[in-house]
């Protein structure tokens, strides 16, 4: 009896001294990946894995963020959170919290005053005097092979908000009017969410300074005067950049697109339409989806499966690819089945006379201190493309004024892999599945009735 009861007494120790130890193991452990990157990301498409880039740039931070995953009562998608905490996890710089706003609605105060809406699975790096603001629909990218937003792109938006942070100094844009210029709001507040400074200038007043390293000019309607190039001028040979946005429809810029074409880019007289189904949004052969040539301002956009989308561009011709230390490149162009017309050509249809594509809709002049960039419309602006045109708009900026190149991080999908199989494995299939395996089943039920009546 007390043999038994000290048995008892022993087994009883045991199993509480075990439950202790994995008690203890497991808050340690939970600890730990609390701390670390510890997780094993199982995913086939290793979805949640950080790039080596992006560990290498994190590596380099020497400023805290503190980083805000909002939330609701609703139970956040595991993609968005699981992302994000793995990506924090990669330096100690970087201090995540999720706040529920619903409950926490003051919290949201100081982000919406961008004109950013702070709603479930908003992600928010702050880093004290700056910050950016993500949505759910910035994280996501749209998959042309599953036909859904599931390509996950939030690696490459978070390292580009950490490097916005980053900057000692804020780029300081310079809007260029006196012309009847569009004052794109959209673009505007690209900038303000970019921590990019602007302001209005007139270039005959002599406000166009070198305190900007920037000027923009968006669809003139007036030429400028001998004067004013002169001003443009002696501001980009002190190392400023521009950017152009020239419509097919705005009248002759005879002065201005003559200075352009000092810089190796000459804007024609047409409008571009599209051949190609493939790259026509909406059905309008004039609203197209451009092939991207491989640079800095888009190799994140091609690498990410990102298509902006370019409405009525006039085509610009590139004069020469290299020239005394200048060189120019097309950076987005229509595709061999694209066609431009005169401006006054009221037909849509391919004609004889109009010219054969592909034409160049965006182009990158430079010298290496100076950056020049050209669209053939101001319409990527619009407040209906801007969503497409975001990430292109501003890689232009940020490379033109800080070359700075968005880091090359390729996004994952959150789609499940099709299988597939050819029509010859899908009938070997069904004749294993319907005829050979019962028949097998069936002979060996035979065999066993068989066996069976002569024992």
């Known amino acids: 009896m007390n043999n038994k009861v000290k048995n008892t007494g022993t087994s009883l120790t045991v199993v509480i ?14 600890n730990l990946t609390d701390k670390f990157p510890l997780k094993l990301d199982l995913t086939e498409e290793k979805i949640y894995e950080i790039s080596d ?9 020497d400023k805290d963020i503190n980083v805000y995953l909002f939330v609701n009562d609703e139970t ?16 100690n710089k970087l201090h995540l919290e999720m706040i529920n706003y619903i409950k926490n609605p003051g919290a949201t105060t100081k982000y919406t005053s961008l004109g950013k809406t702070i709603g479930a699975n908003t992600v928010v790096f702050d880093s004290g005097d700056k910050f950016k603001v993500l949505e759910q629909s910035d994280l996501l990218a749209y998959n042309y092979f599953s036909g859904q937003n599931d390509l996950l792109v939030a690696e490459s938006k978070f390292t580009t908000a950490v490097m916005t942070l980053m900057r000692n100094k804020n780029v300081n844009a310079a809007f260029i009017t006196g012309h009847g210029e ?17 302001k209005e200038v007139n270039i005959s007043k002599g406000e166009l300074t070198e305190e900007y390293d920037m000027a923009v000019i968006v669809a003139p309607q007036t030429d400028y005067t001998a004067e004013e190039i002169d001003t443009l001028n002696a501001y980009l040979k002190s190392g400023k950049d521009l950017e152009v946005f020239l419509d097919f429809s705005s009248e002759k810029l ?27 949004i909406g059905q309008q052969p ?9 640079h800095a301002v888009t190799n994140s956009l091609i690498n990410g ?17 290299a020239k005394n230390g200048t060189t120019v490149e097309t ?7 694209s066609y431009a017309k005169k401006n006054d050509s009221m037909n849509i249809e391919k004609e004889a006379s109009d010219q054969s594509g592909p034409f160049s809709m965006a182009t990158v002049s430079t010298n290496g201190k100076t950056n020049v960039i050209a669209f053939g419309t101001s319409m990527v602006l619009n407040p209906a493309m801007a969503a497409y045109n975001k990430d292109l708009i501003y890689n232009t900026i940020n490379w033109a004024t800080t070359q700075e190149e968005p880091l090359d991080i390729t996004p994952k999908s959150l789609s499940t892999p099709m299988l597939k199989i050819s029509n010859v494995a899908m009938y070997l299939w069904f004749i294993l599945l319907t005829i050979i395996v019962p028949l097998c089943i069936l002979l060996y039920g035979v065999k066993v009735w068989y066996g069976r009546r002569h024992l």
């Open 286 to 294: 004039y609203y197209i989806s451009p092939e991207l040539s491989e």
């Open 76 to 91: 956040t998608p595991n993609s968005i959170k699981e992302i994000t905490d793995r990506y924090c996890k990669m330096s």
């Open 254 to 280: 005879v002065k201005l697109e003559t200075y352009l074409e000092e810089w190796g880019i000459k804007y024609e007289d047409n409008i571009i339409l599209e051949g190609d189904p493939t790259r026509i």
């Open 305 to 321: 499966n990102i298509l902006p989308i370019i409405p009525a561009s006039r085509s610009i011709t590139v004069k020469w690819d």
């Open 53 to 61: 880039e992006t560990k290498t740039y994190l590596d380099k931070l």
């Open 331 to 337: 950076i987005a162009k229509s595709s061999e089945k």
């Open 17 to 30: 001294l075990f439950v202790a130890i994995f008690i203890v193991v497991n808050v340690f452990a939970t």
């Open 182 to 198: 569009l004052s794109p709001e959209k673009i505007k507040e690209l900038l303000d969410e970019n921590s990019t400074d602007y």
